[in-house]
């Protein structure tokens, strides 16, 4: 198994442009997240899905957009792109959404200039 | 905001050496987990205590949980080099959405 996967590493964006973050899953997970990192701040909720089809929002979920057409993906879409937006992401699997451990995947670095 | 805030924010200790970190919560809980987190990687977790356990053990690591407190430690025991990474405490509600602290950046020293 891959584990989850997430495209691409590293990206720039300059202010206003879209893009979208890959990620996927082959564990058959029902529930994914999507979290970003700031220095000092720990993780914070953006979007999760505890299933296909279905998305909620978390902590922070302006500016960003998710959904869920298949188990396996669950892309983060930035609709305009913002300065404040420049953090880690990390995206989330487990089996369902509580007590259960998530198994995260290796993040994508956006800096938006 | 955030959930659970970890204590002390920064722990420096000798290889051999036993850590401890701490984490408070503020609402009732279902389960509250550990993840490691080294430096540009993503996080690993490391054990998950639920509401109605007290005490929970796995190799080296202990965690404990006092609820009428709403408070969560992890010892590490004799720590190595390799432990050298931060730690994030996260606690999921009712709702069951994971909500993370801000963590704890263990430096061990050979």
Redesign the interface.
């Known amino acids: 198994n891959a584990g ?1 996967t997430q495209t691409p590493k590293f990206q720039v964006l300059k202010t206003g442009q879209s893009m979208t973050l890959q990620c996927a899953q082959d564990m058959n997970h029902e529930y994914m ?1 999507w ?1 970003r990192q700031d220095p ?6 953006i979007h ?1 899905s505890v299933g296909a089809g279905i998305t909620d929002q ?2 922070v979920p302006n500016g960003y957009n998710v959904s869920r057409s298949t188990t396996e993906d669950f892309p983060l879409r930035l609709l305009s792109a913002a300065p404040s937006q420049t953090s880690v992401y ?1 995206c ?1 699997s487990s089996h369902r ?11 994508t670095r956006l800096t938006v200039t | ?2 959930q659970g805030e970890e204590d002390p924010q920064a722990l420096s200790i000798q290889e051999g050496e036993n850590a401890t970190m701490n984490c408070s919560y503020k609402t009732s809980i ?2 509250l ?1 550990w993840y490691r987190q080294n430096s ?6 490391l054990i ?1 205590i ?1 509401s109605n356990e007290r005490e929970k053990h796995s190799g080296r690591l202990r965690v404990t949980l006092d609820t009428s407190k709403k408070s969560s430690s992890l010892l590490i025991t004799a720590s190595r080099a390799a432990d050298t990474a931060s730690y ?1 405490c ?1 606690t ?1 509600d009712s709702s ?8 704890t950046r263990l430096l061990v020293r050979p």
């Open positions: 989850v997240s979290y000092g701040m720990g993780l914070r909720l999760y978390g902590e990390f989330a959404q509580g007590g259960n451990e998530q198994y995260f995947g290796p993040g | 905001s955030q279902n389960n987990q540009g990687r993503g996080l690993v977790h998950l639920r994030f996260a999921d069951y959405k994971l909500i993370f602290g801000s963590g």
